[in-house]
């Protein structure tokens, strides 16, 4: 029966194949009735043992009067447990069977073997979530021979498409600049004035010249622009492809810490990753018409499901398709709404959108700030249009009405600050819920500073208003952590991911974030700030935000299936464990842990015993 065990998922995939023989020969069967202790709380384990049928509980005795009987995980069929036992000599839980198991025994000498043996086997014992996800992505990527998609992935600015810049200093003017950029064959350059670099493009030489009747002898620094979209040569290339997409630009600036090390082009970029999000990028910015426009939009879900079919990682799906749902939103806004209104409204999308987590298409939440000497009669009328426009793009309405077409959720400048005020005071669900909502605002279109003040005002009125975070972080004790589901499903049955796993991490880090006024409304971000902050320890943050992706990840796929009516649209967030498998099992119960252990932070922290 030993050639029936499964070597093809981790760890056992991270043995040689003279190592798996090693192991295939040592193994043996384990038989255990309902209610047996496999391993006792407090002794070493003989064994490390490998589910074959039936299902195992993982409990602490000192919490046996608890709800849940002191249960800390289940295991069921390929999952592994015991060998934390071997390699701290102690069991730190009781493992007793919940039925009839039978079990794959692995001997205490052999394991100890391979882990001396095998430094990557031995480490996938010993890592935390976000080593051990690195760990996979690399082997699987070996397994696919290196894709084109994961060298893209793995691809850093400073190893890939790095141009060399052309530097010219201040005093230089326009007429030897145009020279030189011929010369070079250049379609911009650097200017350095003092510590600072600006650009200058050939159209700004165009307009100087041409339109501002600039003389030749102008000094070439006099029309340079001096805010710079920046990024390191350690940066990821797909940062940079994201960040010239949001902000619609052709080039960033490269730096090596504050050494400018040279120029990524977005010509260039694309000619390294071709895929289906140029052409998309291509249509939204060329699009001359709602309808042009609406093609662009519909076009978003067939990208989100090339781009994980080819392995890509979900916060880099979530940031690409964030920036192209942020610029056909802002779009269809500037095309809607009257140009004499830009300047005197801000448009905000929330909720995921707002954090840039959003993949698919979910529901529309978004508001406007008008400005307070704006008079705007028709307001409702482009609001509803804009509404029905976004739905026609495919964008659902929302069932909680928190949409621009609702005047609860447009208001002047000084309203929204007496709303937030109001919301903020009263600590009532629904008003908590709200702040909620626009917290993870995020500004799109018009006038940012409207935004910026309101959220100001926020900032000012929460100052050492600590009971406030009491209540506010209170909602991430409404739904229990499903780490006990994996053993005993049966017939197919799920969890919310959505409210089981994600909620907490992401309610948690907002109220962290805004307690911290940590403006970065994206979960990963803020995560990575509160670390910088110590406000969180570097390691759990960031094995947090692997478990929210791993989550995440999850539900991704549970949604595609539901939007191609393989599953049914309520079951969208429904994970279940019966049809995981055992490497997105083992992974999950790893995510549903950490979130465990995150909301016990959270609770002591801000004091939710109550």
Same mark, same amino acid.
């Given at each position: ?18 190592e ?6 040592? &193994? !043996?069967? $384990?038989?255990f ?9 407090g @002794?070493? #384990? %003989?064994?490390?043992? +490998?589910?074959?049928k ?13 709800s849940?009987?002191g ?25 007793r ?14 394991f ?29 990527s070996q ?8 060298a ?15 530097? &010219? !200093?201040? $005093? ?11 010369? @070079?064959? #250049? %379609?911009?350059?650097? +200017? ?8 200058v ?33 350690e ?35 694309l000619?390294?990753f ?6 998309i ?13 609406a ?26 398709l ?26 905000i ?15 529309q ?27 026609d ?47 993870d ?21 929460l ?29 197919g ?19 962290m ?52 009516g ?32 995150f ?12």
């Open positions: 029966m030993s050639n029936e065990f499964d070597l093809t998922h981790p760890p056992f995939d991270l043995l040689t194949e003279d798996q023989q090693q192991l295939l020969i040592r &193994l !043996d069967i $384990g038989y009735s309902k209610n047996e202790v496999v391993i006792e709380m @002794q070493a #384990s %003989d064994h490390v043992f +490998v589910v074959m039936g299902a195992v509980a993982e409990v602490d005795p000192r919490l046996q009067d608890n849940d009987g249960v800390i995980r289940e295991y069921a069929h390929e999952d592994l447990f015991g060998a934390i036992s071997i390699i701290n000599d102690s069991s730190r839980y009781t493992f069977t919940l039925e009839e198991t039978i079990a794959w025994l692995i001997p205490k000498t052999i100890e073997t391979l882990m001396e043996n095998n430094p990557a086997f031995a480490a996938y014992f010993q890592n935390s979530l976000s080593e051990k996800s690195r760990i996979i992505e690399s082997r699987r397994q696919q021979g290196g894709s084109d998609m994961s893209f992935m793995m691809a850093k600015v400073g190893e890939s498409v790095l141009r060399e810049p052309v530097v &010219l !200093d201040s $005093g230089v003017t326009i007429f030897e600049a145009t020279r030189t950029m011929r010369e @070079q064959h #250049s %379609d911009c350059l650097l +200017v350095r004035k003092g510590n600072e670099y600006g650009m493009t050939r159209t700004d030489l165009l307009e100087g010249v041409v339109l501002n009747n600039l003389d030749l002898t102008t000094d070439i620094s006099e029309l340079a622009s001096y805010n710079l979209f920046t990024v390191q040569t940066d990821f290339l797909f940062s940079a492809l994201v960040l010239m997409t949001r902000h619609k630009i052709q080039r960033v600036v490269v730096f090596n810490g504050t050494e400018l090390a040279g120029l990524v082009e977005l010509t260039d970029v000619s390294f071709s895929s289906q999000s140029h052409v990028g291509l249509q939204i910015e060329r699009a001359t018409s709602l309808d042009e426009l093609q662009a939009a519909r076009g978003t879900t067939a990208l989100v499901s090339g781009l994980v079919s080819q392995g890509v990682k979900i916060r880099f799906a979530m940031d690409l964030a920036a192209l749902n942020s610029r056909i939103i802002a779009k269809a806004f500037e095309y809607i709404v009257p140009v004499e209104y830009h300047n005197k409204v801000c448009l999308v929330m909720g995921s959108e707002g954090r840039g987590e959003q993949v698919l298409k979910t529901d939440d978004n508001a406007l700030i008008l400005a307070d000497d704006l008079h705007w009669p028709d307001c409702q009328k482009y609001m509803d249009k804009f509404t029905l426009t976004l739905l793009f495919g964008y659902p309405l929302c069932k909680g009405k928190i949409m621009v077409s609702n005047p609860e959720w447009v208001m002047t400048e000084s309203e929204w600050k007496k709303r937030l005020s109001k919301w903020s005071g009263k600590v009532d669900s629904l008003g908590l819920m709200n702040l909620a909502i626009y917290i605002g995020l500004p799109i279109a018009g006038d940012i500073n409207l935004f910026k003040r309101v959220r100001n005002s926020l900032y000012t009125e100052v050492g208003n600590d009971v406030f975070y009491s209540y506010f972080a209170m909602p991430i004790r409404n739904f229990s952590t499903p780490l006990t589901f994996f053993g005993g499903l049966k017939h049955d799920g969890i919310d991911i959505k409210k089981g796993g994600i909620f907490p991490i992401v309610h948690g880090v907002r109220t974030a805004l307690q911290n006024k940590i403006k970065a409304t994206n979960t990963f971000i803020r995560l990575e700030k509160l670390a910088e902050l110590k406000v969180l320890k570097k390691d759990f943050a960031e094995n947090l935000a692997e478990a929210l992706a791993v989550m995440s990840n999850l539900r991704l796929q549970q949604q595609l299936s539901a939007a191609e393989s599953a049914d649209d309520d079951e969208a967030n429904l994970i279940s464990a019966v049809n995981l498998n055992k490497l997105d099992r083992d992974l999950l119960r790893e995510a549903l842990h950490l979130v465990k252990e909301k016990a932070v959270m609770t002591h922290r801000y004091h939710l015993e109550r």
